[in-house]
Nanobody
Framework: VQLVESGGGLVQSGGSLRLSCAGS????????MKWYRQAPGKTRELVAG???????HYADSGKGRFAISRNNGENTVYLQMHRLKPEDTGVYYC?????????WGQGTQVTVST
Protein backbone atom coordinates (compact mmCIF):
# COMPACT_ATOMS: atom_id res chain seq x y z
CA VAL A 1 0.00 0.00 0.00
CA GLN A 2 1.32 3.40 -0.92
CA LEU A 3 -0.07 6.90 -0.65
CA VAL A 4 2.06 9.57 -2.29
CA GLU A 5 1.34 13.24 -1.73
CA SER A 6 2.50 16.02 -4.01
CA GLY A 7 1.82 19.65 -4.72
CA GLY A 8 3.19 21.28 -1.60
CA GLY A 9 5.56 24.21 -1.66
CA LEU A 10 6.16 27.79 -0.67
CA VAL A 11 3.38 30.28 -1.39
CA GLN A 12 2.63 33.83 -0.34
CA SER A 13 -0.25 34.63 1.95
CA GLY A 14 -3.44 34.81 -0.11
CA GLY A 15 -2.16 32.35 -2.68
CA SER A 16 -3.41 28.92 -3.73
CA LEU A 17 -2.10 25.39 -3.90
CA ARG A 18 -3.54 22.08 -4.98
CA LEU A 19 -2.35 18.97 -3.21
CA SER A 20 -2.68 15.51 -4.71
CA CYS A 21 -2.50 12.08 -3.13
CA ALA A 22 -2.15 9.06 -5.36
CA GLY A 23 -2.95 5.67 -3.89
CA SER A 24 -1.84 2.21 -4.92
CA UNK A 25 -2.23 -1.23 -3.48
CA UNK A 26 -5.73 -0.56 -2.17
CA UNK A 27 -9.24 -0.60 -3.58
CA UNK A 28 -9.33 3.17 -3.47
CA UNK A 29 -13.08 3.53 -3.89
CA UNK A 30 -13.70 1.65 -0.63
CA UNK A 31 -11.78 4.13 1.48
CA UNK A 32 -12.81 7.37 3.07
CA MET A 33 -10.02 9.80 2.26
CA LYS A 34 -8.81 12.59 4.51
CA TRP A 35 -6.20 15.30 4.64
CA TYR A 36 -4.46 16.10 7.89
CA ARG A 37 -1.79 18.65 8.66
CA GLN A 38 0.80 19.01 11.35
CA ALA A 39 2.31 22.36 12.18
CA PRO A 40 5.66 22.59 13.97
CA GLY A 41 5.25 21.77 17.65
CA LYS A 42 1.58 20.87 17.27
CA THR A 43 -0.42 17.69 17.00
CA ARG A 44 -1.73 16.42 13.69
CA GLU A 45 -5.19 17.79 12.92
CA LEU A 46 -7.90 16.92 10.45
CA VAL A 47 -8.26 19.40 7.60
CA ALA A 48 -10.84 17.79 5.32
CA GLY A 49 -12.39 14.46 4.46
CA UNK A 50 -14.44 12.90 1.68
CA UNK A 51 -16.57 9.80 2.00
CA UNK A 52 -16.82 6.94 -0.47
CA UNK A 53 -20.05 8.53 -1.64
CA UNK A 54 -18.36 11.86 -2.28
CA UNK A 55 -19.66 13.83 0.70
CA UNK A 56 -17.08 16.24 2.06
CA HIS A 57 -16.45 17.77 5.46
CA TYR A 58 -14.01 20.37 6.65
CA ALA A 59 -12.41 21.70 9.77
CA ASP A 60 -13.64 25.19 10.60
CA SER A 61 -10.24 26.61 9.67
CA GLY A 62 -10.65 25.59 6.05
CA LYS A 63 -14.35 26.10 5.41
CA GLY A 64 -14.92 28.36 2.44
CA ARG A 65 -11.26 28.21 1.42
CA PHE A 66 -10.47 24.51 0.89
CA ALA A 67 -12.13 21.94 -1.36
CA ILE A 68 -11.51 18.21 -1.25
CA SER A 69 -12.33 15.98 -4.19
CA ARG A 70 -11.57 12.48 -5.38
CA ASN A 71 -11.15 10.63 -8.65
CA ASN A 72 -11.58 6.94 -8.01
CA GLY A 73 -10.67 6.09 -11.58
CA GLU A 74 -7.26 7.62 -11.00
CA ASN A 75 -6.97 6.54 -7.34
CA THR A 76 -6.34 10.15 -6.39
CA VAL A 77 -7.67 12.60 -3.85
CA TYR A 78 -7.10 16.33 -4.11
CA LEU A 79 -7.11 19.27 -1.74
CA GLN A 80 -7.55 22.64 -3.41
CA MET A 81 -6.55 25.44 -1.07
CA HIS A 82 -7.30 29.11 -1.67
CA ARG A 83 -6.60 32.32 0.28
CA LEU A 84 -3.84 30.59 2.18
CA LYS A 85 -2.73 32.01 5.50
CA PRO A 86 0.54 31.63 7.43
CA GLU A 87 -1.31 29.47 9.95
CA ASP A 88 -1.97 26.94 7.17
CA THR A 89 1.75 26.14 7.22
CA GLY A 90 2.58 22.55 8.03
CA VAL A 91 3.13 19.08 6.66
CA TYR A 92 -0.01 17.81 4.94
CA TYR A 93 -0.71 14.10 5.15
CA CYS A 94 -3.08 11.96 3.15
CA UNK A 95 -5.03 9.28 5.03
CA UNK A 96 -7.07 6.38 3.70
CA UNK A 97 -9.53 4.89 6.18
CA UNK A 98 -11.71 1.79 5.91
CA UNK A 99 -13.23 0.47 9.14
CA UNK A 100 -10.25 0.12 11.51
CA UNK A 101 -7.64 0.22 8.76
CA UNK A 102 -5.63 3.39 8.24
CA UNK A 103 -2.95 4.11 5.68
CA TRP A 104 -0.81 7.26 5.65
CA GLY A 105 1.33 9.02 3.14
CA GLN A 106 4.73 10.51 3.88
CA GLY A 107 3.45 14.08 3.79
CA THR A 108 4.09 17.17 1.73
CA GLN A 109 5.29 20.48 3.16
CA VAL A 110 3.19 23.60 2.73
CA THR A 111 4.73 26.90 3.77
CA VAL A 112 2.76 30.13 3.59
CA SER A 113 4.82 33.28 3.91
CA THR A 114 3.56 36.64 5.10
Amino acid sequence: VQLVESGGGLVQSGGSLRLSCAGSGIIFSRYEMKWYRQAPGKTRELVAGITIGGSSHYADSGKGRFAISRNNGENTVYLQMHRLKPEDTGVYYCNANWKSVNHWGQGTQVTVST
